[in-house]
Nanobody
Framework: QVHLVESGGGLVQAGGSLRLSCVAF????????MGWFRQAPGKEREFVAA????????YYADSVKGRFTISRDNAKNTVHLQMNSLKSEDTALYYC????????????????????WGQGTQVTVSS
């Protein structure tokens, strides 16, 4: 049984920063790809960022490139999402997800390829 727990969400003004964290329990974390997705009210869940199991390959949605950074600490089974220069359109419920045995290229963007999901942490950006 895999259990993912996100934290770090909150209310922030536009232009501000937040750092999300996700801890994974009961999984060989170091061999899995980790991703962040988000879902705004009335919208589909969308890809935000992903990291290969080594952290050497990272992927970002165009809407967050240059503002968000994904990183991971395999010793602590933790993945982070540093979010800077936040905009009102970043407001959403942010989910951490884990994909066994990694991913590469476009496969990292596909939410259907991720087997395990956290409950989400709310990010609200006020303008």
């Amino acid at each position: 049984q895999v259990h993912l727990v996100e934290s770090g969400g909150g209310l922030v003004q536009a232009g501000g920063s937040l750092r999300l964290s996700c801890v994974a329990f009961a999984r060989n974390f170091s061999t899995d790809a980790m991703g962040w997705f988000r879902q705004a009210p009335g919208k589909e869940r969308e890809f935000v960022a992903a990291s290969s199991w080594t952290g050497g390959n990272v992927y970002y949605a165009d809407s967050v490139k240059g503002r968000f950074t994904i990183s991971r600490d395999n010793a602590k089974n933790t993945v982070h999402l540093q979010m800077n220069s936040l905009k009102s359109e970043d407001t959403a419920l942010y989910y951490c997800a884990e994909r066994p045995f990694g991913c590469s290229g476009v496969g990292c963007y596909d939410l259907h390829k991720y087997d395990y999901w956290g409950q989400g942490t709310q990010v609200t950006v006020s303008s």
